[in-house]
């Protein structure tokens, strides 16, 4: 019988994932996907880097594409530009000298 049971779960479940509507709003309770603690969310949210995110009590919210249009900013600058360092300058910062 207990194959039955998971035969229906299957199907249960199935159905719920295909009738349940697409997240349109993330809370500090309902977290996007790419975060792990509520902390990270409430911060961005706090600082007023997610555009339009408000607090409801002591959760956050915002909208998925708020959220998405953050995280792309912070792709944008997280991305280092060209670094052109010589080997002599290191050295130096190092309070070291290269050895002939």
């Given amino acids: 019988m207990g194959t039955l049971d998971d035969q229906i ?3 249960v479940r199935e159905e719920l994932q295909r009738s349940a509507p697409a997240a349109t709003l ?3 309770k309902r977290l996007p996907p790419d975060v792990i603690a509520a902390a990270t969310f409430n911060r961005a949210c706090r600082a007023g880097l997610v555009n339009g995110a408000e607090k409801h009590g002591r959760s956050w919210v915002c909208s998925v594409d708020a959220w998405a249009e953050y995280r792309r900013s ?4 997280a991305k280092p530009g060209p670094v052109k360092i010589q ?3 290191l050295l130096t910062a190092l309070g070291a000298k290269r050895v002939a």
């Fill in 26 to 28: 993330y809370t500090s």
């Fill in 9 to 11: 779960r299957a199907i």
């Fill in 74 to 77: 912070v792709a944008r600058r």
């Fill in 87 to 89: 080997a002599d300058d």
